[in-house]
């Protein structure tokens, strides 16, 4: 009866390291999918982060019918730049 019980966990441990490489190569093929069909995916949250850390909030408002993106940060007087056609508010205003 004991040896039954030790078979019965080795072949546990043995699954379970089985599973262990499967899973990580499906991590591993997932998160190159996601990176293939949206670089930029990676590229926007390492921006979000910096942009939490100095400071900056950003959102949406809607004016005249159009949805209006704007970030804010600093202190003192308002200031409002307008991009360039084409451009975002991530291109030019280093």
Do not use: D, N
Request: aromatic share 10%; proline share 3%.
């Amino acid at each position: 009866m004991g040896t039954a019980s030790t078979v019965t966990k080795r072949q546990k441990r043995r699954t379970g390291l089985h599973c262990t490489p499967m899973t990580i190569g499906l991590m591993v093929l997932i998160a190159a999918g996601v990176f293939y069909f949206r670089p930029g995916i990676f590229v926007e949250q390492v921006q979000r982060f910096r942009e939490w850390r100095m400071g900056l909030r950003q959102g949406w408002v809607l004016l005249g019918g159009q949805k209006i993106h704007y970030v804010l940060g600093g202190e003192g007087k308002p200031l409002v730049l307008v991009h360039g056609l084409g451009g975002t508010v991530k291109t030019g205003f280093h």
